[in-house]
């Protein structure tokens, strides 16, 4: 039986949001690299090898190898443990990386299973396991994308995604399908079943400019949303920093620019 801490949460802001978590003493918070942005004195901050679940205390072998499957989809060998080692209660907040949401997630009121994409786990209680899911169908994996490699988080305790932009919580009933881009998806429930579907049709697939390929969901749980993947918003600012736009550098194009609100 997996026993996660228990901790009290947080949420501030509204685009760019932190999530400040309380911790009693001796409790333990666990992140990926990078999301801490302050915390409390009397918080003892240390890096570790894995998530520190009891599903990760199988020895050294096991511990490599669930780590390599980490090191595998570009994620970190190590986490970082955040403990209150002073008697009072403390706090560690954790930031998003990007315009978006906070969601939390308490496990144990989930099927004490989500999963997520790679980029979208923030934090989580200590004894939350974090691995990574494989799509076992032979089209997933092929032509997923995003969707085809990601993470897991197990226990029965509270862990937290960040997605972009706004977030939309969908609950899927028994033979209901859902179709969508495999980008927007953030995680969803162990009794949903996610697979890739053809598009289909010449015009869509030379002139759609929507991939080829989108993810059906379908089941019985939940399904979190995002309206802006980070691979789009990446993609958006490399175009617009890569290429000059084609009126730029005439007399019209200025004027355009000003109206749109571009400036000199």
Known sequence: MIQNHEI??????????????ELDPNETAIAEPGAFMMMDDGIQMQTMFGDGSQQQSGGLLGKLFNAGKRILVGESLFMTAFTNVAHGKKCV????????????????RLGNRVICQKDAFL?????????IE??????????????FIMEKLEGDGMAFMHAGGHVIERRLIPGEVLKIDTGCIVGF?????????????????????EGL???TL??????WIQTLPISRL???????????RKEEGSILGGLGNMVDGDGW
Not at 123 to 131: E, L, P, Q, R, T
Not at 135 to 144: P, Y
Not at 218 to 223: A, D, E, K, M, N
């Open 213 to 215: 390929f989108f993810a």
């Open 234 to 244: 990446a993609g958006r600012i490399l175009q617009y920093g890569t290429f000059k």
């Open 218 to 223: 379908r089941g019985s749980g939940t399904v």
């Open 123 to 131: 934090c989580a209680a200590k004894g939350v396991s974090i691995g």
């Open 93 to 108: 907040s954790f930031a998003s990386p990007y315009p978006g949401k906070i969601i939390a997630l308490d496990l144990a």
């Open 189 to 209: 429930t162990h009794g949903i079943d996610y697979d890739i579907q053809f598009v289909g049709g010449i015009k869509n697939t030379i002139f759609g400019g």
């Open 8 to 21: 009290d949460y947080r949420i501030f802001g509204e685009e760019m949001q932190y999530v400040e978590i």
């Open 134 to 147: 494989f799509q076992r169908k032979l089209g997933t994996g092929l032509f997923g994308g995003e969707g």
